[in-house]
């Protein structure tokens, strides 16, 4: 499966931002799709991730209360609503997808073998 991110841009604190990740090639039937960001000067963090078959999402505690993960069955894309940020949430913006994913790994890049170009949020203060 190829994915496709996009929705990044600038955005002041306190803002939201909706971030997309579109499948193609394949749906993302039976896959475990996940964002990961990676802050300046930072290593990549998990951020959240969805099982698309049952839509159990699972949020890295950061952003938890903040952000939704969610997905689409139509258009077989994956959300990222973003809600009040701040700008420690500033970051390339990715998302992975893997099939028969142990959902312990979920928070594990090593676990995902397909991800999308990133998408850059900068949230001002």
């Known amino acids: 499966v190829q994915l496709q991110a996009s929705g990044g841009g600038l955005v002041q604190a306190g803002g939201s931002l909706r971030l997309s990740c579109a499948a193609s090639?394949?749906?993302?039937?039976?896959?475990?799709v996940a964002w990961f960001r990676q802050p300046p000067g930072k290593e990549l963090e998990f951020v959240a991730a969805?099982?698309?078959?049952?839509?159990?999402?699972f949020y890295a505690d950061s952003v938890k209360d903040r952000f939704t993960v969610s997905r689409d069955e139509s258009d077989d894309t994956v959300y990222l609503q973003m809600d009040s940020l701040n700008p420690e949430d500033t970051a390339v913006y990715y998302c992975?997808?893997?099939?028969?994913?142990?959902?312990?790994?979920?928070?594990?890049?090593?676990?995902?073998?397909?991800w999308g170009q990133g998408t850059l949020v900068t949230v001002s203060s």
């Open positions: 090639g394949r749906t993302f039937k039976d896959y475990t």
């Open positions: 969805i099982r698309w078959n049952t839509r159990t999402p």
């Open positions: 992975a997808a893997a099939d028969r994913i142990i959902w312990g790994l979920k928070h594990d890049p090593g676990a995902y073998d397909n």
